[in-house]
């Protein structure tokens, strides 16, 4: 496993290259690092040499390779949708309340039969507040659908996960992006190895994740159109749509996915995860299907799950055609290829001198984006 250094070398490699995110894995471990409206800072300065807030952290030095063969057992291929059981459709079934969900409440379904079943005593999730999205803890199964919907922003969910760990709860479920789902993969692997800082994730859902926003910035940008307290939810509708849609009190609001843009942070484009590898499940929409969600299965406890949840009514799934399963791996290639040339660009991966953001084998880097590319 690589080094693991202290909030001062965090610092340097994440905040000074504009590489956080947000995810809140830092946050809630010690007085030290807060999230306020979506940005992390420092409040005070610490002087220990390693800390949990590099070792968690998914934008420091993380080594594919190595966290692979520690949640996969297998080596990093750079495969576009890393290992899988199944790719599934599936929507919440008749035991759950026709409700809010973005797609088909894939994700709230399982987190609730997760709960109600005893696989779970707490469940880290997201909620928003005016526009703001904040970390939610849920005991309750009845209360996993209060967090449905998708914002579509960098969220400190993982603070809740922090949250849940020092409140004592011993089974705890997450639901996130691929940068959080990274992040709890380390937390998985302990990379202290101080038995002290066991954090005992017994689910994790991935969501899939082409981009998020910057929430201070989308702020800015809404109230010129509408007021937070309006805001009902949010979609990004699949091409050729080209906006994001908000639903107000006052019905839809269109903006132009050209204002939208420019307000992702730069280190999406450093991302080579479309669909949660390291989840036991991931969950994304099912193009041209409203209702339905695309299910990877990943996982044996994930693939447990599931069929309880199917057993008991919670979830219904159907086959995935074949043909949407490839253009689903040609979408995760082509973010992997973007994101490789920006870390290449940038000197970010596999950097000979000094902390690199990413480290795996060549021969990997290569496959994912060979060298004729690099140029293009
Ligand atoms: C930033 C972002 C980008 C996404 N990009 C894509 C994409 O490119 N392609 C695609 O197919 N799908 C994308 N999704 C996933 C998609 O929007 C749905 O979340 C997913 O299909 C699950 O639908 P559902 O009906 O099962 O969710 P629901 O049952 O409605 O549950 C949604 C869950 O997501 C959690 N959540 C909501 N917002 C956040 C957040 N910001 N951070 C962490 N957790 C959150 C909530 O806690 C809730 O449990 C994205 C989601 C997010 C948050
Ligand atoms: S752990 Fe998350 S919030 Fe903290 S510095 Fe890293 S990316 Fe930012
Ligand atoms: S693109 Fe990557 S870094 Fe950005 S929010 Fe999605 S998973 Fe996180």
Request: glycine content about 8%; some cysteine.
């Amino acid at each position: 496993m690589p080094q693991v250094w202290g909030s001062k070398e965090l610092l340097e490699d994440v905040h000074q290259r504009d590489l956080c995110i947000g995810c809140g894995a830092c946050v809630d471990l010690c007085p030290y690092f807060k999230n306020y409206r979506g940005k992390t800072s420092q409040l005070f300065p610490c002087n220990l040499t390693q800390g949990r807030c590099f070792a968690y952290c998914p934008k420091v030095e993380v080594d594919l390779e190595a966290l692979y063969q520690q949640i996969w057992n297998m080596p990093y291929e750079g495969t576009p949708l890393g290992p899988y059981r199944q790719v599934l459709a599936s929507a919440a079934g008749p035991a759950m309340a026709q409700d809010r969900y973005q797609g088909g409440g894939t994700v709230s379904a399982l987190m609730a039969y997760a709960l109600k079943s005893g696989m779970l005593d707490a469940a880290a999730l997201t909620v928003r507040q005016g526009l703001t999205p904040l970390p939610r803890l849920v005991t309750q199964w009845e209360e996993v659908a209060q967090c449905a919907g998708s914002k579509f922003m960098a969220a400190p969910t993982l603070s809740g996960l922090n949250s849940a760990v020092r409140q004592g709860y011993r089974k705890i479920g997450v639901v996130g992006t691929p940068c959080q789902m990274l992040s709890v993969a380390q937390m998985r692997s302990n990379p202290l190895g101080k038995p002290e800082h066991d954090v005992p994730v017994a689910l994790a859902i991935g969501l899939f994740c082409n981009w998020s926003l910057d929430t201070r910035q989308l702020s800015a940008l809404l109230a010129e159109r509408t007021g937070a307290a309006e805001i009902r939810g949010m979609d990004i509708p699949p091409p050729p749509a080209n906006v994001m849609v908000i639903d107000t009190d006052r019905g839809p609001l269109e903006i132009s996915l050209s204002d939208i843009k420019p307000l992702i942070p730069h280190t999406c484009f450093t991302c080579l995860d479309l669909t949660s590898e390291l989840a036991d499940l991931s969950v994304g929409m099912y193009e041209g299907r409203a209702g339905l969600n695309t299910l990877i299965v990943r996982s044996e406890r994930g693939a447990a799950l599931m069929a309880d949840a199917v057993a008991q009514g919670f979830l219904i799934t159907e086959p995935m055609p074949v043909e949407n399963v490839a253009h689903l791996a040609t979408a995760a290639a082509a973010k992997k290829e973007r994101s490789m040339r920006m870390l290449l660009q940038r000197g970010l991966i596999n950097t000979q001198s000094g902390r690199a953001a990413l480290r795996m084998p060549a021969s990997v880097a290569a496959k994912i984006l060979p060298p004729k590319g690099i140029a293009g």
